[in-house]
Structure formats: structure tokens, C-alpha cells
């Protein structure tokens, strides 16, 4: 089966109508749609489980289904459609299914659903195409219990690896064999076990036969009676098991603990706001500092030339720096000595010659002046100042344009979360919370009671065969007696090799699917030191290689082994539409849907998933959040990737009308 296109109109987040080509091209498998969380991730996976069979996926409900935008737009008594339309190849044939759902405004402004949602499933290989009259078509391709190894979620795929994961893989295995016709035989056998031991106790004549056949109608009817409330438990544990999930589903996204994290997450927000404030402001006094001081010699730069030529002639005219200082001719005159050792005596010629001289000296403080700029001047370079006097500038403008830009996501995703603390009714929360506990409550009662109706039948079956022995040696010459006693006995016979044959099925089945659970798993590992195990109890087991022994796994580990047990899941469906097996699953080769499978990985187990995830099954379409597909994981699929779509919200001033707009980028 390979997915050609999918086209969604006014289906929850999505306004209008828009098409998403998916890749056929076997080199590059894998169709890439991704978008933040919030722009309709749930609606992708959502659109497919509708369109094949009818229902969407928690916590959208049907009822609401007609988006939002287009819900405002409509006028009272308007009609208008929500609908999915996917065209898709299976075995050579050429189908296309659509589902569509109408819905009325009514005079209060409420939208409600008209009928039931209308499918039309077409084949267009027939000549002319032909209307496949059965809505429940895709069954006959992909089974419904199946189709959550098939359109899934991570959390699905980590739930698997876990310790109460095993009735499900079990369960998965069985309905993979599919062996209906095996089964149905086995349910006839019963009631036609209790004709015969009827009719053979009204042709007896035998007191010893007659009594045995009496006491086996007892122990049938009690079998039959075993088997007929172990099916109402086991309808009933499926009931609670929904309840449970429901309740899980309900408070993992409304509990006080989400409401705790949700209010942590707003003051971790919060202090980063503060944070990026506070720099900010640190930044900008040193910024004003920064120019405050270089400021004048950024202006005076251009002058330099002239300064210099200016310094440069008053150095040759000796002026700059002076030969004789100021200071120094006063000291003389004061001391009233020349240098050489005559006397300076006031009024004399001597004296008057020196205290002239002081016409001419140089201060001290113009020469130092004089120094500090020529050796500014000489080290200084024009473009470097000016350079650096902007970079400290810009670099400060850049940190401001990231501040604000971050911000910005904050203030977003701090709405966000103020929009959610107030979707919560603690009231509610408590309801679902003791729901919860009744559920589990009534499941651990009801798998008690199980066990104990399973072992009822296997002591009532020890009693059958002991019964059926004594039957077959009690003497009766009664030629219809006898008849019936091999009619009976060949039932018994059949009934034995038909789970024998049920059991072979499976064991075999078990040790196909171990060995492709190594062989994917060893593409998807980092750890070469470990292993899948499958268990004859169907339980699935990562153990260490050499020693055999069960290892600990992390959220991460679990992941990638319930994704190397839905690998090999498909695998096996691939290569059971050649085994002709008497069942009512063919098997056959079947694209995987999958959303956010790269959630809980390091970077390193990111990078063999997104490497191994295109060889799973002949066409992959990932659903992905853009910070899970950007960095190793695109770089390690792009050569897969036959078409990237993004998934983003689009602008409306209507209030409460959001949608997505997704468009093709790749």
C-alpha cells in the first residue's frame, strides 16, 4: 500500500482546502510534515485514522471537527463540510477514500453535525471507476486493531517497551496471524461435542455410559458456560481498560502535576524575562559609558593628519618639546647661582640674561601634553578607532535584537500556558482522578477473576479427557452407540490439533518476529552490546548479548525498542502476504505514519533513528515538531526525504478562529 496524497478541507486546524503530495519514490520514502506544537500535529495523524475508519484521535472529538475559522465565517443556518480525501495504491488497485462530516449553524450560534459522516471509497482500476459499497473497506487492508502499529504516536511506541506492555505485543502478534478460520473451528466444536454426547447417551445401553455421558453434558455446558463470561469479563476489561486510558489521557494534560510544571515552566519564563532585562539594562549604561568616553576622539579622528603635521613643525622648530623648562630657570634665579658657579646678583647683566630666558622656556605641563599626543597620534590608527568605537555599539544593538526577539517567544508561550491554567476545573481533575482509581480497582478484580475462569476450563477440560477415556473403554454393542462414541472422539481429535496448529502458528510467528526485532534493533542502537528478546510469554526484553541478562532502559532505550518491535511488525506483515496462511489477514506492504518518534532520544540515538526509520517500511511520513526535526535528525534523513511540508499558524483578527497554513518547502 503506498499513499499518494492526502487532502484535508476545514478539518479541525486546517481553513479551506490544502493537499499534501506524499512521496511514491522508492529512493526518497520518507514525506516530512513539521510544525511547532500547537499547528495541528494531532490533526495530521487525526485525518488519516478518520478517513480509513472513522474516528480521530484524543483529545479531538468529532463534534468538533469543523474548524474554527470557518465555524465564525458561517452564517445561522448555513451548512458547510468537513472532509478528508486520501488516494492510495494497494496490490496494483487505485482507491481513493473519502469521509466527510456536515455541519449546521444553528440560531444561537451553535454548530452541531447533520447525520452521519458520508463515505464514498472508489476504484479507479475498475473500467469504468466503480463505488465500493462497504465504508468499512479498509478494513480488508489494514485491520483497525492493527492500525496502531501503523499510525501511531511516541507515546505509543514507548508504552510498549514497558513492563505491562506484553498483552499487547502479544495481542498484536495474534491478530497478525489472523487465524480466524482456526478459531471458528474450534468454537463450533464445543456445541457439536455436546450433541453427540447427547445422542450417544440416548442410544446407550449401558447404565456406566449413560452415566458418563451425563456427568461430560455437565462438565460442556459448564465450558461452554466458563467460556461465554470469560468473554463478558474480557469485554468488560476492555470497557475499563478504555476508561483507564481516558482518565490517563485526561489528567497526563490537566492534573495537578501538569498544572505544577505548567506554573514552574511560567517562572522559569518569568525569571528569563527578568534575566534578559537585566542584562539589557548592564549593557546599555556600558554602552553609554563606552561613548560618554570615546566619543571625542571618535570625532577628533579625521584631524589627526593636521595635528600631527602641526606637532611635527613645532618639533622642528624646537619649540615642542622645549630644551629649557620654566621650572628650571626659576630654581636658578632663586637660588641665585648659575650652573657654572658664579653668583646671580639681581640688576647685574648675568642675572638679567637668565630671568630673560624664561621669555622662551617651555612649561612642564605643555611638554607632558606635547608627549601624551604625539605618542597617542604615533600608536593610534584612524579606521581601528572608528571600527572599534561602532562594533561595541552593534554588538550591543545584536544583543538587544536577540533579547527582544526571545522576548517576544516568551510572551508567546507565557499565553500560552496563562490559556491552559485556565482550561483547568479542579473539579473535574478530581472526578477523572477517582475514575481512575475505580477503573484500575475494577481491572485488578476483573483479571482476577480471568485467571480464575481460565483455570476453571483447563480443570474442566482434565475432567473431559478423563471422561472421554472412560467413554471410549465402557462396553456398548449398540452399533449407533458406537458411531457416536468415534464421531465424539474424532471431535475431541480435531479440537486438539486445531490448537496445535494455533500454538505451532504462534511459536513460529514468535521466533520470526525475535529475529526481526534483533535485526532492526541493531540498526537503531547505539549499544552493540545489547539485544531484543521476545519471550515465549511474549514479552519483549533487551538483554545484555554475552550474558543473557535483562537490562535497565531508559525513556529513550524504550522507545527504540517499541519502535524496532513495530519495525518488525511490518516486516512481517510485508512477508506474510506471501505465506498464504489460513487467515483473515493477507499481510502486504504498508507505509508508517508516525508522530514526534524522535521525543525522548539523545542526539546520538536521534541520529541511527532518523538514519534506520526510512528503511522500516517502503513509505514513511514523519510528523514532526521543527525542534525535533532540525539539526541531526534532518541532516541524517535528507537523503530519504522526497518532500519536507511546514505547518504553521496562520493570521486571523477574528478571536477564537485559529488555523494552520501549511505549505510545501522542499
Not at 214 to 228: A, M, P, T
Not at 519 to 544: H, W, Y
Request: proline residues 2%.
Amino acid at each position: 500500500m503506498i499513499i499518494k496524497s492526502i487532502t484535508l478541507k476545514d478539518f479541525f486546524r486546517v481553513y479551506s482546502e490544502i493537499k499534501i503530495l506524499c512521496s511514491t519514490d522508492s529512493e526518497k520514502n520518507v514525506t516530512v510534515i513539521k510544525g511547532d506544537n500547537g499547528t495541528g500535529k494531532t490533526t495530521m495523524l487525526s485525518a488519516f485514522h478518520w478517513a480509513f475508519y472513522g474516528n480521530v484521535i484524543e483529545p479531538l472529538t468529532t463534534d468538533e471537527m469543523l474548524n474554527k475559522r470557518k465555524r465564525s465565517e458561517m452564517q445561522e443556518n448555513e451548512t458547510s463540510t468537513a472532509s478528508v480525501r486520501v488516494e492510495l495504491t494497494d496490490k496494483g488497485i487505485d482507491y481513493i477514500f473519502l469521509r466527510e462530516q456536515e455541519f449546521r449553524k444553528n440560531g444561537d450560534g451553535s454548530i452541531s453535525k447533520i447525520g452521519e459522516p458520508k463515505v464514498l471509497i472508489t476504484n479507479l482500476s475498475s473500467t469504468p471507476p466503480s463505488t465500493i459499497n462497504n465504508k468499512n473497506f479498509f478494513e480488508n487492508i489494514i485491520p483497525k486493531k492493527l492500525s496502531g502499529f501503523f499510525f501511531f504516536d511516541g507515546e505509543r511506541i514507548d508504552r510498549l517497551a514497558k513492563i505491562d506492555g506484553k498483552n499487547e505485543i502479544k495481542q498484536a502478534i495474534l491478530d497478525l496471524l489472523g487465524l480466524t478460520n482456526i478459531n471458528n473451528i474450534k468454537n463450533y466444536l464445543n456445541p457439536i461435542k455436546m450433541e453427540f454426547n447427547k445422542e450417544l447417551g440416548k442410544l446407550s445401553a449401558n447404565t456406566e455410559t449413560a452415566d458418563l455421558t451425563n456427568k461430560l453434558s455437565n462438565v460442556l455446558e459448564n465450558i461452554e458456560y466458563n467460556k461465554e463470561q470469560l468473554d463478558k469479563i474480557e469485554m468488560r476489561i476492555k470497557e475499563y481498560n478504555k476508561v483507564k486510558e481516558d482518565c490517563e489521557s485526561y489528567l497526563k494534560t490537566h492534573n495537578v502535576d501538569q498544572v505544577r510544571r505548567q506554573e514552574l515552566r511560567r517562572e522559569e519564563l518569568e525569571k528569563e524575562t527578568n534575566s534578559i532585562n537585566n542584562t539589557l539594562a548592564d549593557d546599555s549604561s556600558r554602552i553609554f559609558k563606552h561613548i560618554s568616553k570615546n566619543l571625542k576622539t571618535y570625532l577628533i579622528s579625521d584631524s589627526f593628519e593636521n595635528i600631527s603635521e602641526f606637532l611635527e613643525d613645532k618639533r622642528r622648530k624646537k619649540q615642542l618639546p622645549s630644551d629649557i623648562k620654566e621650572t628650571f630657570i626659576n630654581d636658578l634665579l632663586e637660588s641665585k647661582t648659575c650652573i657654572c658657579g658664579r653668583p646671580l646678583i639681581e640688576g647685574h647683566a648675568e642675572y638679567n640674561t637668565i630671568k630673560k630666558l624664561k621669555e622662551t622656556a617651555g612649561k612642564q605641563e605643555l611638554d607632558d601634553c606635547y608627549s601624551r599626543l604625539v605618542s597617542f597620534i604615533n600608536y593610534s590608527d584612524n579606521k581601528t578607532i572608528k571600527d572599534s568605537f561602532f562594533s561595541e555599539i552593534y554588538q550591543y544593538k545584536q544583543k538587544e535584537h536577540v533579547g527582544a526577539e526571545r522576548k517576544a517567544e516568551i510572551k508567546k508561550e507565557l499565553e500560552k500556558i496563562k490559556k491552559e491554567l485556565n482550561s483547568f476545573d479542579d473539579s473535574l481533575i478530581q472526578a477523572k482522578e477517582e475514575l481512575l482509581e475505580q477503573a484500575k480497582s475494577m481491572l485488578d478484580d476483573l483479571k482476577i477473576k480471568h485467571f480464575q475462569g481460565k483455570q476453571a476450563i483447563e480443570t474442566l477440560k482434565t475432567t473431559e479427557k478423563d471422561l472421554n477415556t472412560k467413554i471410549s473403554k465402557a462396553e456398548d454393542k449398540s452399533k449407533g452407540a458406537i458411531l457416536y462414541k468415534k464421531a465424539s472422539a474424532l471431535t475431541s481429535d480435531l479440537e486438539a490439533l486445531t490448537n496445535r496448529i494455533n500454538e505451532f502458528f504462534i511459536d513460529i510467528t514468535q521466533q520470526d518476529m525475535d529475529t526481526k526485532l534483533k535485526e532492526v534493533f541493531s540498526i537503531l542502537t547505539r549499544k552493540q552490546d545489547r539485544e531484543p528478546l521476545l519471550s515465549k510469554n511474549f514479552e519483549l526484553q533487551i538483554v545484555n548479548k554475552e550474558t543473557q541478562k535483562n537490562q535497565l532502559l531508559s525513556t529513550g532505550e524504550r522507545q527504540i525498542t517499541s519502535l524496532s518491535f513495530i519495525g518488525a511488525i511490518v516486516s512481517y506483515a510485508r512477508d506474510k502476504y506471501s505465506m498464504g496462511l489460513m487467515s483473515d489477514f493477507s499481510g502486504g506492504d504498508y507505509p508508517i505514519i508516525m508522530d514526534s518518534p524522535f521525543g525522548n532520544l539523545d542526539p546520538t540515538h536521534k541520529e541511527n533513528v532518523a538514519k534506520g526509520i526510512p528503511a522500516l517500511a517502503s513509505q514513511i511520513i514523519v510528523i514532526v515538531s521543527e525542534g525535533q526535526w532540525s539539526g541531526v535528525v534532518s541532516d541524517s534523513m535528507a537523503a530519504k526525504v522526497g518532500g519536507i511540508y511546514e505547518m504553521s499558524d496562520g493570521y486571523t483578527s477574528t478571536p477564537d478562529s485559529e488555523f494552520t497554513e501549511i505549505r510545501r518547502i522542499s
